[in-house]
């Protein structure tokens, strides 16, 4: 198992944003998560990454715990629904900067090109976001995220942006490099398409509980 969280707990003053949560998710495996605003999806997403503490419970990452550690030693990218490009700087530095200090500068070059040639955007890397359609900085922010290797990639609506062509091939770019390199993701969106065609398992959340766990064929079954 690669993502698990035990009896975890996430209150903000009065509101429990996360009420006891369980939940295990598998190497590799694609898990998405639905439900109504509010209802603490991107709390879940951020408890995983190391950004919010927790009130009560466990978090585990490949069987060690984790519930104390600071993001940058989690192995886990995130990707949000803005992508938080730097506008001052280059595609090609943007890519750079998660692993400055942490790789060569030439070795994460090569690896900045190859990505890029990935998915697409290999033309721009001396370009500037302001200079990109959305569709090109949604790519420039998944780049990004993998540039670290990551074993977990969480997303957060990482296609409200796009339109209904480029959502489509998005879909399909990052499902392709998330197979191959077996990158457990765990991905909230609102679209239900999408949850159907990207999901391995789908939860729905309601108030900061998990309602519903199942399959896409399951879940859909008895709505
Ligand atoms: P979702 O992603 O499903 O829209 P969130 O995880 O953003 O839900 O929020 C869950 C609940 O926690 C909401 O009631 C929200 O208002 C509350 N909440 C989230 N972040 C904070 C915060 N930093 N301070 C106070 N309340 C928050
Ligand atoms: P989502 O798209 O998931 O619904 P929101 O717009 O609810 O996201 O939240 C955006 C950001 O604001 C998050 O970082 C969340 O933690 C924070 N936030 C959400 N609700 C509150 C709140 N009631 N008080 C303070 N911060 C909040």
Do not use: C, W
């Not at 750079?96 to 942490?102: A, C, S």
């Not at 296609?159 to 959502?167: E, G, K, P, T, V």
Request: hydrophobic residues 40%; positive net charge; proline residues 4%.
């Amino acid at each position: 198992m690669s993502v698990r969280l035990k009896s975890v707990s996430k209150e903000y003053r009065n509101i429990k944003a996360l009420d006891n949560v369980n939940l295990e998710i598998s190497k590799g495996e694609f898990f998405v998560i639905l439900g109504p605003s509010g209802s603490g999806k991107t709390t879940l997403l951020r408890v995983i990454a190391g950004l919010e503490e927790i009130t009560q419970g466990n978090v585990f990452i490949d069987d060690d715990e984790v519930t104390k550690l600071p993001p940058s030693r989690r192995k886990v990218a995130m990707v949000f629904q803005n992508y938080a490009l730097y506008p001052h700087k280059s595609v090609l530095e943007n890519l750079l900067m998660p692993v400055e200090g942490e790789m060569k500068r030439d070795e994460a070059s090569k690896l900045a090109k190859h990505l890029s040639t990935l998915l697409g955007i290999q033309e721009y890397l001396t370009s500037y976001p302001s200079e990109l359609s959305g569709g090109q900085q949604q790519r420039v922010a998944l780049a990004r995220a993998l540039m670290k290797n990551p074993k977990v990639f969480l997303m957060d609506e990482p296609l409200s942006n796009l339109d209904a062509i480029q959502r489509v091939s998005a879909r399909k770019l990052i499902k392709d490099i998330q197979r191959q390199n077996q990158i457990t993701t765990i991905y909230v969106t609102h679209d239900q398409v999408e949850a159907m065609a990207l999901a391995d398992r789908v939860a729905i959340m309601n108030k900061g509980k998990i309602v519903q766990l199942g399959t896409p064929e399951e879940i859909y079954s008895k709505v």
